[in-house]
């Protein structure tokens, strides 16, 4: 699906004294299978953005268009077009009403008119790739589960949705580091097979970076940068200019050249980041070895 | 000198879910925390954590075994007002945790409900708003600031009632990183300067490098227990996929390629100066 944003504007709660300006004038354009990442301190308009591309939102002025039909309108196009979007909120706990965990995940396949068996097999699915053994975890109540079992059994409801395009909203928040890695490893694996469009909101931009070809910032409401990954996340001075710390690797390097060490800081990939560090940590030992040896003759 | 402040005894706690089927959380829990410690307590999804937490101010009782808060025993009834005061809590989000239309009637609603009389309420208020920087805002309607902010003002929600302690659920995952390093900060403080008692629940490692002390639960146990240095690097962590902080599991890898660096480098400042220094 090809997903087009239009000089779109939000305000919330417009005319009141409480009117907040969430989004102002955001154009974007993210092509089928596109990976992208978004993110950008709180308040500036992330999830604001991604409701409306999920069509839950209307604009205040501008619009969001799915293969070129307006995302919120009421016709049996656009609902046709906003079935294929699953959006995993921020906040699950909100969204969460059915009494078991497989009744939960199964709510939006129902709704898709599949069978039994395809209900079934679907929630059987999205459980294994958020890592819940469906034995124990099917008949439990959802609100009556960990932070963490929560969040996991919401992501697996979009999941089980299988949308051409997904968007996840701070997906890991609360999941342990394990369960984030193999979360983020069985979705990466997914998106490549099914080619579906993958949106990620997050704060956490070392684990966004091993998930996208392109990052947008957004500050106050407006795209500050758009480009691929690592010109974007590898560039503290423009990260810190939108109000974000750079990953923890950049933050690294970025120390190390500030003591004179000539390493590039835009790495991300703590693999990388390890290499840089121990390429020009041996070619300077070597260099100081010489300078010992060549002094001593 | 260390007195006892939380002292758990063979703690279990049992849910028993909707089909009558049994949840083991807690097997087992024999603990003390001290009054003054900053402690970090983390471990897997679904490990216990957050039961464990809700235990030390009786919004849980034990099934089987004692808690004990401040010599006060949780499951006595006549106790469960004192325990409440002692021991505050702050959840992850902000948003279901903020009530009121201005920050500064949102911070005295504690206080409200344990009937303390307003003059008594306004200085709480004034103080509680002073110690997390929030003076400022006190007549800002809530939903009015970043997620950082908000968390501040819960947090002063919670000193207002003047516990002796408190657990902080999970109070950053919400936050960008500036949010996350005005709570952590905040928190710091808070333990630093006026002997609050923390306990901090986190599924970041980074963060509970701050902690003097480590928890890790592991299947409504405690697995591991010791100052971070100890317990962030240990090879238990590897098998309950905990991973280590940033740092360490960098001056790991380069460790493992030759670079000779000490072990116990858990911040990026600390890893950076160390590198310089070889
Ligand atoms: N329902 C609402 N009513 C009024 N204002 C709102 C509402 N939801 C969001 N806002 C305001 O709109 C702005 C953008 O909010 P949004 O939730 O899109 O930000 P975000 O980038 O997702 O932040 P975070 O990182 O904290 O999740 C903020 O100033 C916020 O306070
Ligand atoms: N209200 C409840 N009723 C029944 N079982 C529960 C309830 N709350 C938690 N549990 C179960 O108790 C165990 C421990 O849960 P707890 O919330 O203490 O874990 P946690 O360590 O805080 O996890 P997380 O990191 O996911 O927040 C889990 O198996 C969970 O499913
Ligand atoms: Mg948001
Ligand atoms: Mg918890």
Redesign the pocket.
Known sequence: MHIRVESLTHIYAQGTPAERVALRGITLEIGPGERVGISGPTGSGKSTLVQHIAGLLTPTSGQVLLDGVPAHARTPEARARRHQVGLAFQFPEAQMFELTVSREVAFGPRHLGLNADEIAGRVRWALEMVGLDPESFAERVPF??????MRRVALAGILALKPRVLILDEPTA?L?PRGRADILARLRAWQAETGATLILVSHHLDEMAGMVDRVVLLANGQVVADGPTRSVLGDGYRLRAAGLSPPPGVALLEALRAAGWPVRTDVLDIEDVVSEIARWFFNHKDTKTRSIINRSF | MSIPFIQTRALEHV?T?EDGRS?P?LRGIDLTVHRGEFVALI?P????????ARHFNALLLPTAGEVWVDGMLTSDPRHVQAVRQRVGMVFQNPDNQLVAGTVEEDVAFGPENLGIPPTEIRRRVDEALEVVGMTDYRRHPPHMLSGGQKQRVVIAGALATRPDCIVFDEPTSMLDAEGRRQVLQTVRRLNAELGLTVILIT?SMDEAALAQRVLV?DGGRVVLDGPPEAVLEAEELDGLGLGRPYAAEVARRLRAQGVPLPRGLLTVEALAAALQNI
């Open positions: 009556a589960l960990s932070g963490g079992e609360g342990d | 849910y879910a949840i959380a471990g999804n679904g490990s216990g954590k957050s039961t464990l599924q639960m």
